[in-house]
């Protein structure tokens, strides 16, 4: 047998000692780390981080501020019936009709006030009577003032808006059908929509809609609430668009039973002050009354009838927005003589405040509005999706158990939202009554804040958690 050296084993000894010293070091590191992992996580616990809870759970492309609808669809069975309805009706030049409508709908203004009307007479008879005394005329005083009452009136009659009350026949009803259907349904569905996401236990039994049209009020409740609804009552002065909505119930077949059940059409409001519906609903009826004592008296009628929920919706112009304030106002500031209900109002959506409207108290008044997508009713000229344009207002009489997350205040986003790296441009009307540019980040505002806000559209909420003071710019 060959004798081995200890000389020719030394190096392999070498080899394997440094192996296991390597071996060695790496288990010591491991073990460091892992008690350095160790402090770290009893550090984590001993110190947690603070989490936001106004996620609630859900994801933050689907936060708590979020009431905006994808695009919209009518009911199958409404668009079903109102299709065979516009069919029947053979309308000659329904298409020019129906847009002749559509604009003269947007560009409806108030109707001027008898006071407004007499002040700017008497200030138009008074720059006159200074012209003709500069003139020094040689003509009778009499003569005089009937050329001036003529020409006053004149001019009044040129630059005074001439308010008409639309009054409906069939035919005109299946114009407005066309026209008015699919968007009306969409921004009604969307203010609902408001109530729905932010009160889901809200479940009302009875609803009441004034100047309800053509029932689209019934339809976008009944797919809100259609498991609770009890009672629809839908009040419109119009005996043909009474008959006009009652034949989209029932699918433009007499015999057939109404999709909706216990719909009941009314001329008239319920006469007991003390009927109260869960909900009550006004959707484009205010720009029908001619004059702001009569808007006012409506309003506080509304009010009355309401146990819950008083929405009003109208055209996203300026008119549409003052009128809405107006009410707004009248209902808050205005106590009613005989208060059968004694529960205050609150300002439910879309104001995060009581207070003034912003957009009212600047230089250059912007409607506050929103919108909505929607698919319109399938026809000549029209494109596959619109975008309905509208304000709107819900007033409560009662305020939701856990709406609000504890210490956050909520912002409503009034335009739509600029995303760019790593931060969000977010115009908004937040809880002390003024606008501001939000510029959020997720180092300055929270990460949760910032996905929620890239997330986020027109017309969303938006937590405010804090407010960095180097990115937020009062308009």
């Known amino acids: 047998m060959k004798e081995i050296s200890f000389n020719s084993l030394k190096p392999r000894l070498d080899g394997v000692d440094m192996a296991s010293r390597s071996y060695r070091a790496r288990v010591l590191c ?10 770290r996580g009893m550090s984590v616990m001993a110190h947690p981080r603070p989490q936001t809870d106004f996620l609630k759970g ?32 053979q309308v000659p030049q329904l298409p020019e ?11 409806r203004k108030r109707a001027v006030e008898d006071v407004a009307l007499r002040q700017r007479a008497v200030s138009l008879e008074k720059e006159l009577w200074e012209k003709a005394m ?14 001036i009452r003529k020409r006053v009136f004149s001019e009044l009659k040129k630059t005074t808006y001439h308010w008409t009350r639309l009054k409906f026949d069939e035919e005109l009803g299946v114009v407005y059908m066309a026209a008015r259907l699919a968007g009306g349904y969409a921004a009604v569905r969307r203010a609902l929509n408001e109530i729905k996401k932010r009160d889901p236990s809200f479940a009302p039994q009875s609803l009441l809609d004034f100047g309800s049209g053509l029932g689209t009020v019934a339809w976008a409740s009944h797919s809100c609430w259609g498991h609770s609804l009890k009672e629809l009552v839908c009040v419109d002065s119009s005996g043909p668009m009474n008959i006009l909505a009652e034949r989209l119930l029932r699918g433009d077949d007499e015999r057939a039973e109404p999709h909706i059940k216990q719909v009941y ?7 007991s002050p003390k009927v109260q519906f869960d909900l009550v609903v006004a959707a484009f009826t205010l720009s029908e009354l001619p004059n702001t004592k009569e808007r006012e008296e409506a309003v506080i009628t509304l009010w009355r009838k309401t146990s819950s929920y008083l929405i009003l919706v109208e055209n996203g112009t300026k008119e549409g927005h003052q009128m809405l304030m107006e009410a707004r106002d009248t209902v808050l500031m205005k106590p ?3 208060a059968h209900d004694p529960r205050p109002a609150s300002v439910f959506a879309p104001c995060a405040h009581e207070a003034m409207c912003p957009k009212l108290a600047q230089e250059s008044v912007t409607p506050c509005n929103f919108h909505q997508m929607y698919f319109p009713l399938p026809g000549p000229g029209h494109k596959d999706r619109q975008t309905e344009k509208f304000s709107f207002l819900i007033l409560s009489r009662t305020a939701p158990a856990g709406v609000e997350a504890e210490g956050v205040a909520w912002g409503r986003l009034i335009a739509p939202v600029l995303r760019r790296a790593r931060h969000v441009h977010c115009r908004m009307c937040c809880p002390d009554g003024q606008l501001q540019h939000v510029v959020v980040t997720a180092k300055k505002h929270s990460r949760d804040v910032y996905r929620c806000a890239r997330n986020s559209d027109w017309g969303d909420r938006l937590p405010i958690l804090e407010k960095a003071t180097e990115d937020v710019h009062t308009e």
Do not use: C
């Open 30 to 39: 491991q073990r460091v780390a892992g008690v350095k992992m160790m402090f």
């Open 58 to 89: 859900e994801l933050h492309r689907k936060h708590p501020g979020v009431t905006n609808l994808k695009t919209l669809r009518l009911p199958d069975e409404l668009q079903i019936a109102a299709q065979s309805i516009i069919y029947r009706a």
């Open 97 to 107: 009709r129906v847009r002749k409508l559509t604009n003269f709908l947007w560009s």
């Open 134 to 147: 500069q003139k020094r005329a040689d003509m009778d005083e009499q003569l005089l003032e009937d050329r």
């Open 265 to 271: 059409f009314r001329q008239f409001l319920p006469v």
């Open 336 to 338: 009613e003589k005989t």
